[in-house]
């Protein structure tokens, strides 16, 4: 999976805009969205938000997560605990990077929140690497990926996957007899 | 994105070989130290430090890997093999001890494959020969992934010198993880480039054609 396409995902979450004409409901298969009246707040997608913010047709409000007190809370309780946290967002990386790249003159202190995030991405990765090093070492079958996020996954995963396939057949060669027989190529 | 022009077969590592891939068929050429348990007749010129014509009963010599997988057989004893330096006692002391330290690309380059392949010719230490390379794999693992996640836009040929072929292909997986990633994160993954089958599209001239 590429990261674009986890982006694009991404782009189906919800956010408030006020926008700044009047539009009637308009009506598409993901749903209805709207009416829109100037200055009344509306629950629109995001890809549709960040189309009517270029075109200078709305104002975003950030998410209540988005916020620099609420960040360095998370920031600081992930770092504390030895488990993943649960997140604000399932896609708080993406959210966070397409609304700061997008509509960073409504998000106040959008350079701390970048900061943050990253941060707590940081330290989320770091915790990643350290259980797949133990779930290796350990010979573990199964894992749960409670409170991890798809972009956290995507990162890791071709290289996971892989050295779990290597790491299989390893282990298979302990037990010949389970296998398909000796010569079983020709 | 990493496209290519074919999909490569990925080894089999484990007992069973892929007929296809690339990396078996080159593993499938590592020589073995091998001795003969019966005479093999007018097949001297197997054996280049003799001229005699014949093979002898008894004889030490090195076969490829899938000449003696061939002809090993348990009932008719053919010829037996030996283990290679690296799966003896020795150097599984030496893999158990720090698996880290070891120069497996010098050491094979494919050292989890052969181990595997070893495991067909039923020798009493086979389990250990398993459990070693188990070990080693499990014990390399941290290092691979931290080195293949961290390196972005470096030279990494310091860090894949010495790895194994296996871990070779891990680090490169690792790495389009990263740097897909990093490339989202900088906005790149938005740009449209150009296929890189059309950049290594040349055209054709007629004279290449015809001889």
Known sequence: MDASEVEFLAEKETVKIIPNFSLDKIYLIGGDLGPFNPGLPVDVPVWLALNLKQRQKCRIVPPAWMDVDKLEEMRDLERKEDTFTPVPSPYYMELTKLLLNFASDNIPKADEIRTLVKDIWDTRIAKLRLSADSFISQLEAHAKLDNLTLMEINTIRAFLLDSLNCLYKLRSNQHPGSSKGQFADF | ?211
């Open chain 2, 1 to 211: 994105m990493d496209t290519q022009s074919y999909l490569p077969v990925k080894p089999g590592v484990g007992m069973e070989e892929n007929f296809l891939s690339l990396d078996d068929i080159l593993l499938s050429h590592e020589r073995l130290p091998i001795r003969t348990e019966c005479s093999f007749p007018r097949l001297g010129f197997l054996e280049k430090s003799s001229d005699s014509h014949d093979i002898p009963e008894g004889t030490k010599m090195e076969l490829p890997l899938w000449l003696s997988k061939g002809l090993y057989e348990k009932k008719r004893r053919v010829l037996s093999v030996e283990l290679p330096k690296v799966y003896r006692e020795g150097w599984r002391t030496v893999f158990n001890a720090d698996p880290n330290v070891v120069d497996l690309h010098k050491m094979g380059p494919y050292y989890y494959g052969l181990g595997s392949q070893m495991l067909h010719f039923d020798s009493p230490e086979n389990p250990e020969i398993a459990q070693t390379l188990l070990q080693t794999f499990i014990g390399r693992f941290r290092r691979n992934m931290d080195s293949s996640q961290n390196a972005y836009n470096e030279d990494t040929s310091a860090l894949v010198e010495r790895l194994d072929c296996l871990e070779k292909a891990l680090f490169s997986s690792g790495q389009s993880g990263l740097n897909s990633f990093q490339s989202w994160e900088k906005g790149r993954a938005s740009q449209l480039t150009a296929s890189s089958l059309v950049l290594n599209y040349r055209k054709r001239k007629i004279n290449d054609l015809q001889p």
